[in-house]
């Protein structure tokens, strides 16, 4: 059996929640992979900057979805995390691939859509 390789998923999360969640669904149909992403953290007394970049380096494939919204970052800092974890991934040399988040069509049941950026 080979081993499983991790992908971490990035992205703002009040925004892209659904996005989020369609990957994620997509990604567990997978075998051989696992995702990382902040809704399985949970609550730990840790630096969640440090934590999350850390977290990247440990992951064979970044995906980040990028969407309309800036997100929050540490204090005194211009970047948002998902850019740090970006920058991250890179400074790792772990293989990275942005998506644009585009507006589901109209119309019930209609999924999020990912694209390649």
Request: net charge positive.
């Given at each position: ?13 009040a ?11 997509a ?6 992979w ?14 969640v ?12 494939l ?11 970052g ?8 998902t ?9 790792a040399?772990?293989?990275?691939t ?20």
């Open positions: 059996m080979s081993p499983v390789r991790r992908l971490f998923l990035s992205s703002t999360g925004d892209l929640d659904a996005y989020r969640e369609a990957a994620s669904r990604l567990l149909k997978l075998d051989g696992q995702c990382v992403r902040m809704e399985d953290f949970g609550a730990r007394a840790w630096d900057d440090a934590f999350c970049r850390q977290q990247v380096k440990s992951c064979d970044f995906i980040g979805i990028i969407g309309h919204r800036f997100g929050d540490p204090k005194d800092v211009k970047e948002s995390y850019q740090r974890e970006y920058h991250a991934a890179i400074e040399k772990t293989a990275a942005p998506k644009i988040a585009t507006p589901p069509t109209a119309g019930p049941g209609r999924q999020p859509r990912i694209c390649q950026a």
